[in-house]
């Protein structure tokens, strides 16, 4: 069992930056694929970033260039700095955790960017 805690989101103006950090627990986090996802109000989950355990990462068309997710084993955390913020970033983010055969999600952290 893996369990899964978002922090970091808040309100931003458009063109500003935040980091969200998701810690997880247990003792086998290097061996998970990590992901960061995000649903806007009215919209479907939508996939923004991952970074697989060994380092592979792949971003959202939307994010690229903006968005920069990272992983710390050592502090089994998952990291996605956000830059360049804009209105159609806002949404719920939630952190995923999984392997071939199991997924986890974390309880998500609200993202608005407004002015």
């Known amino acids: 069992q893996v369990q899964l805690v978002e922090s970091g989101g808040g309100l931003v103006q458009p063109g500003g930056s935040l980091r969200l950090s998701c810690a997880a627990s247990?003792?086998?986090?290097?061996?998970?694929?990590m992901a960061w996802h995000r649903q806007a109000p009215g919209k479907q989950r939508a996939l923004v970033a991952t970074i697989t355990s060994g380092g592979r990462i792949n971003y959202a068309d939307s994010v690229k260039g903006r968005f920069t997710i990272s992983r710390d084993n050592a502090k089994n955390t998952v990291y996605l700095e956000m830059s360049g913020l804009k209105s159609e970033d806002t949404a719920v983010y939630y952190c995923?955790?999984?392997?071939?055969?199991?997924?986890?999600w974390g309880q998500g952290t609200q993202v608005t960017v407004s002015s």
């Open positions: 247990g003792s086998i986090f290097s061996t998970y694929a």
């Open positions: 995923y955790a999984g392997t071939a055969t199991m997924a986890y």
